[in-house]
T-cell receptor, first 112, second 115 residues
Framework: GDSVTQMEGPVTLSEEAFLTINCTYT??????LFWYVQYPGEGLQLLLK?????DKGSNKGFEATYRKETTSFHLEKGSVQVSDSAVYFC???????????FGAGTRLAVHP | DTAVSQTPKYLVTQMGNDKSIKCEQN?????MYWYKQDSKKFLKIMFS???????INETVPNRFSPKSPDKAHLNLHINSLELGDSAVYFC??????????????FGPGTRLTVL
């Protein structure tokens, strides 16, 4: 079945460091891909998405590019802030019924 | 205005009890979902309803029974609670079930602790 694999955390960075969180997927067909973020004590918020190969999703300085050839959707940010500390989830939607399949989540901690 | 709201936020109960969690969305969406997040933060879909009809049931024990009185509400009733049911339960909604790229909006979660 469809699945998502994320790099294990926690990821600990200093403020202004470069961030990469790896995400790869296995799916039949052509899924849409998402990054969701969960701040402490809150629900999930959509961070960005891409619906087809080579699409780049971006929001709040974060970017991810849908790479069909490597089945990847890595999350990047050039300069992280303390306020970016959260758990990040990569997810796919294989179409039909809009079911989201999540990766295990990666906790990011940014220190001043 | 809270788009997707859940009550209660915290629920502590004894094994064997029956409890319900309520979810409401004011976005005018047709589709609603329940997800379970375990202690390791792993998220998995449990159910989905579209216009009050069940469309996804992910091999969840039949002690869990979702109920959708109208398309703005999706409640989760759990019978005979077990220790393993302790988790955070998230409700979500989306405009509809199709196309595969509809954003899902999540509620704040209900932390259930079974003692």
């Amino acid at each position: 079945g469809d699945s998502v694999t994320q790099m294990e955390g926690p990821v600990t960075l200093s403020e202004e460091a470069f961030l990469t969180i790896n995400c790869t997927y296995t799916a039949t067909g052509y899924p849409s891909l998402f990054w969701y973020v969960q701040y402490p004590g809150e629900g999930l918020q959509l961070l960005l998405k891409a619906t087809k190969a080579d699409d780049k999703g971006s929001n709040k300085g974060f970017e991810a590019t849908y790479r069909k050839e490597t089945t990847s959707f890595h999350l990047e940010k050039g300069s992280v802030q303390v306020s970016d500390s959260a758990v990040y989830f990569c997810a796919l939607n294989g179409g039909g019924y809009n079911k989201l399949i999540f990766g295990a989540g990666t906790r990011l901690a940014v220190h001043p | 205005d809270t788009a997707v709201s859940q009550t209660p936020k915290y629920l502590v109960t004894q094994m064997g009890n029956d409890k319900s969690i309520k979810c409401e969305q004011n976005l005018g969406h047709d589709t609603m979902y329940w997800y379970k997040q375990d202690s390791k933060k792993f998220l998995k879909i449990m159910f989905s309803y579209n216009n009050k009809e069940l469309i996804i049931n992910e091999t969840v024990p039949n002690r869990f029974s979702p109920k959708s009185p109208d398309k703005a509400h999706l409640n989760l009733h759990i019978n005979s609670l077990e220790l393993g049911d302790s988790a955070v339960y998230f409700c979500a909604s989306s405009q509809d079930q199709g196309q595969g790229n509809n954003e899902q909006f999540f509620g704040p979660g209900t932390r259930l602790t079974v003692l």
